[in-house]
T-cell receptor, first 115, second 111 residues
Framework: DAGVIQSPRHEVTEMGQEVTLRCKPI?????LFWYRQTMMRGLELLIY????????DSGMPEDRFSAKMPNASFSTLKIQPSEPRDSAVYFCASGPTPPGANVLTFGAGSRLTVL | KQEVTQIPAALSVPEGENLVLNCSFT??????LQWFRQDPGKGLTSLLL?????REQTSGRLNASLDKSSGRSTLYIAASQPGDSATYLCAVPYNTDKLIFGTGTRLQVFP
């Protein structure tokens, strides 16, 4: 298995533009997580899905952020409109259910810079 | 609410030293704890998973212990090497499904 695949690896955009980050989890994993990492706040959980259903999106900072998981092999995290404070590394991770009891596998991350 | 803290925030040591990294959590009702490693510009790699029924786990030169009652875990690295240089994070489950991460310890091992 190629692991958790994220794209793009790097994105530079201007304030106000729409940003879409993509994630392909490991086949057979039922849980998918989106995390955001910044120097100031460390790793923050944004949202997680179980069997393609959003279970907890309490970490999503505001309505500008949305996430979808249309099928078991694909998820997106969208920011519209983007702001400079959204600059961070966004990680996707997947794991078996229940995820807390098993090892999570992280993708390499998508580094977002909003100018 | 679960809060996870790691000390020290940064550590720089010469090669060969034995190291102890600390992790503290406020809610002791956890059923496991994980230690991860993160290399610069990379994702996280799971190192060790300790179940609540266990007191420690070992993998090569790494040994992690868990004391639920005191809300603490330690990661012991024996005979450190420059290749061990990375950020080490601990994480505990919250509300069963979510992993809450600590603030991390940035380790540098110099030759």
């Amino acid at each position: 298995d190629a692991g958790v695949i994220q794209s793009p690896r790097h994105e530079v955009t201007e304030m106000g533009q729409e940003v879409t980050l993509r994630c392909k989890p490991i086949s057979g994993h039922n849980s998918l997580f989106w995390y955001r990492q910044t120097m100031m706040r460390g790793l923050e959980l944004l949202i997680y899905f179980n069997n393609n259903v959003p279970i907890d999106d309490s970490g999503m900072p505001e309505d500008r952020f949305s996430a979808k998981m249309p099928n078991a092999s694909f998820s997106t995290l969208k920011i519209q409109p983007s702001e400079p404070r959204d600059s961070a590394v966004y990680f996707c991770a997947s794991g078996p259910t229940p995820p807390g009891a098993n090892v999570l596998t992280f993708g390499a991350g998508s580094r977002l810079t909003v100018l | 609410k679960q809060e996870v803290t790691q000390i020290p925030a940064a550590l720089s040591v010469p090669e060969g030293e034995n190291l102890v990294l600390n992790c503290s959590f406020t809610d002791s009702a956890i059923y496991n704890l994980q230690w991860f490693r993160q290399d610069p510009g990379k994702g996280l790699t799971s190192l060790l998973l300790i179940q609540s029924s266990q007191r420690e786990q070992t993998s090569g030169r790494l040994n992690a212990s868990l004391d639920k009652s005191s809300g603490r875990s330690t990661l012991y690295i024996a005979a450190s090497q420059p290749g061990d240089s990375a950020t080490y994070l601990c994480a505990v489950p919250y509300n069963t499904d979510k992993l809450i991460f600590g603030t991390g310890t940035r380790l540098q091992v110099f030759p």
